[in-house]
């Protein structure tokens, strides 16, 4: 029963640790959404060669200062106050390697 217990706190603390920021929104960007059409907005990304099929989810900042990341694991980040992939500019998209308990994430297999 002890044991239990400390692996449920132990699981707790982890998951409190590797969860999202929560956003803000940064001085450069205005009230309102970035000008990007719904259709110019990402909504997967397709890797076949690392077999990444993910859902993309826009992200901004994070209350630490740093770019948000995806809400879960099995997708991705698109920032959305950057470029729009095929755009000029650099289009950021970033996500998880692994859950934090050593499961892998959307981009695990991407040093391959």
């Known amino acids: 029963m002890l044991a239990a217990g400390c692996i449920f706190v132990s699981t707790v603390v982890k998951a409190a640790l590797y969860a999202p920021?929560?956003?803000i929104v940064p001085s450069f960007a205005s009230s309102s959404p970035p000008v990007v059409t719904i259709e110019g907005k990402p909504v997967?990304?397709?890797i076949p060669?690392?077999?990444v099929d993910a859902n993309v989810q826009d992200v901004g900042?994070?209350?630490s200062g740093h770019?948000?990341?995806p809400t879960n694991y099995s997708d991705v980040g698109w920032y959305r106050y950057g470029a729009v992939p095929g755009e000029v500019g650099s289009a950021v998209i970033d996500g998880h390697v692994?859950?934090?308990f050593g499961l892998?994430?959307?981009f695990a297999d991407l040093k391959e």
């Open 49 to 51: 060669g690392i077999t």
């Open 44 to 46: 997967r990304l397709i």
């Open 61 to 63: 900042i994070a209350l």
């Open 67 to 69: 770019m948000a990341v």
């Open 104 to 106: 892998e994430a959307v």
């Open 98 to 100: 692994n859950n934090g």
């Open 21 to 23: 920021e929560e956003e």
